[in-house]
Each structure stands twice: as C-alpha cells, then as structure tokens.
C-alpha cells in the first residue's frame, strides 16, 4: 500500500533508538535481566549491515524498524511502536520503509510469532507465512542437577 506522507520515518543511527530497544526486551520479558544483550545485538547488527529507521516526534522516537542485510538477503529484523502510539500505522510506516530498503535484496524477510499482533500486520503488507517453526524447553532433571532446578 502507498501511505507515504502518512508518518515521516527517518534513517537514523543505531543508538538513536536505544531507550526503545530496551523498552521492547521489558515489554517481551519481563522480569528478565537484558544483560549484554543490547551490546550483543549491536555488533550483530554492525555485521548484517543494519539500517534503522525511526518515526520521531521531535527528539523523541516513536518507534523502530532495523532491515538487516547479509548476502542478497534482507531482514526486517525488528519492529517496535510505544505502547501509547499503536494503532495509529507508525508501525506500517516503518515496516514499509524496512521493505523499501530491503527491495536490492533477493530474499526479503521477517520472522513473526505465530499468534503475535504484528502478524496481521505483515500479512496486509504482503509477506506470507513461508514455514513454521516449533521451539520446546527441556527443563533440568532436578534429581540430577538440583542446582539447575526450580525454586520453590
């Protein structure tokens, strides 16, 4: 769909959006420690070539989209709006300007969870599902491991 104009999303540098990336790992984990994971993700994103884009009110981000590049492939890597401003198609305008910067890619993609809000989001901007991947935990044997088990 052609919503340009709609929102002004800019190409801003990686640690423009920081407060957010962190605002995400709360919103997603809770009660989880971030640990270096924030320092992490950068480096990875120096390596993939990461673009990020951001919809500012003032100084203020809104909120993100990272388009990681490896290869002839592209990621949308991330996409995040601030609680009090969803709904209202910042997100839609950063996904399209992840896709519009991933267009020189062979493979454009993003990874969604199944039963996640964005996936409709996704889908009315023309990905499709492509595979389904299914994760399962193995918890510790507390007979073997007692220190690795769950607390009472």
């Given at each position: 769909?052609?919503?340009a104009?709609?929102h002004r ?28 994971h ?14 990020v884009?951001?919809?500012?009110d ?26 009090d401003?969803?709904g ?19 493979d ?19 990905f ?23 607390s009472?």
């Amino acid at each position: 769909p052609d919503l340009a104009g709609e929102h002004r999303v800019e190409e801003v540098h990686y640690d423009a959006v920081r407060d957010l990336r962190i605002a995400w790992h709360a919103e997603d984990f809770p009660g989880h420690e971030l640990g270096d994971h924030i320092e992490e993700s950068a480096q990875v994103a120096r390596l993939r070539e990461a673009r990020v884009f951001a919809v500012l009110d003032g100084d203020r981000p809104l909120g993100y989209s990272t388009l990681e590049r490896i290869g002839n492939q592209a990621e949308i890597a991330a996409a995040y709006v601030v609680p009090d401003r969803r709904g209202k198609r910042i997100g839609t305008a950063l996904t399209l300007a992840a896709i519009a910067a991933g267009r020189d890619r062979d493979d454009l993609f993003i990874c969604a969870d199944d039963e996640d809000r964005p996936k409709h989001l996704y889908e009315r901007l023309g990905f499709r599902p492509a595979w389904t991947m299914t994760k399962f935990l193995r918890l510790p044997d507390e007979t073997k491991a007692p220190e690795l088990g769950r607390s009472p």
